[in-house]
C-alpha cells in the first residue's frame, strides 16, 4: 500500500526524474482545497465550546471544510439543527468580514473580520441580583 496518490503514467515510456513538470499548469489542473479553520481560529473556537459544554449549553459539534466555506456546527442534541454557526468565508474578507456567528434560524448575530471580536456574542453579560 502506497501514500502517494495514483498518477496516470504512460507505460510506453518510463518516468525519467528529467521530465519537467509545470507547475502552473498542474495548479489550475487540480480542484481547490477546501476552507479550513487555522489552527488559531479552532483553538478560540474550542476554548468557547468547552466552556459551553462545561455550562450544560452545548452537548455536540461538527466541523465542514467545505470548497467555498468552513463551518462550524454546535448542538444542543446530536440529532437536532445546529443552535449555532461559525462560518469562514474568505471571499467576505473584504467586505462585511470573514468570519460570522448564524443562529438556527439564519439570522447572522455577529460578523467581522477578527475572529475574537466575533466570538464574543457567546459572552454572557453578567447581571447584579438583589437579594
Do not use: C
Not at 498542474?26 to 474550542?46: G, Q
Not at 471571499?91 to 468580514?97: C, V
Amino acid at each position: 500500500m502506497d501514500d502517494q496518490p495514483d498518477l496516470q503514467r504512460d507505460r510506453a515510456r518510463p518516468t525519467n526524474s528529467a521530465d519537467v513538470i509545470d507547475l502552473r499548469e498542474y495548479k489550475y489542473a487540480k480542484d481547490p482545497l477546501p476552507v479550513t479553520f487555522h489552527r488559531r481560529e479552532l483553538d478560540m473556537i474550542l476554548w468557547i465550546y468547552g466552556r459551553m459544554v462545561g455550562e450544560g449549553e452545548w452537548k455536540d459539534y461538527a466541523l465542514d471544510h467545505l470548497r467555498d466555506v468552513a463551518v462550524f456546527s454546535v448542538f444542543k442534541r446530536s440529532g437536532e439543527l445546529p443552535l449555532y454557526q461559525i462560518i469562514k468565508d474568505p471571499r467576505l474578507a473584504n467586505k462585511q468580514g470573514a468570519f460570522s456567528v448564524v443562529n438556527t434560524a439564519g439570522k447572522v448575530l455577529k460578523r467581522g473580520q477578527d475572529l475574537k471580536q466575533v466570538l464574543k456574542v457567546f459572552d454572557k453579560v453578567l447581571k447584579l441580583v438583589e437579594t
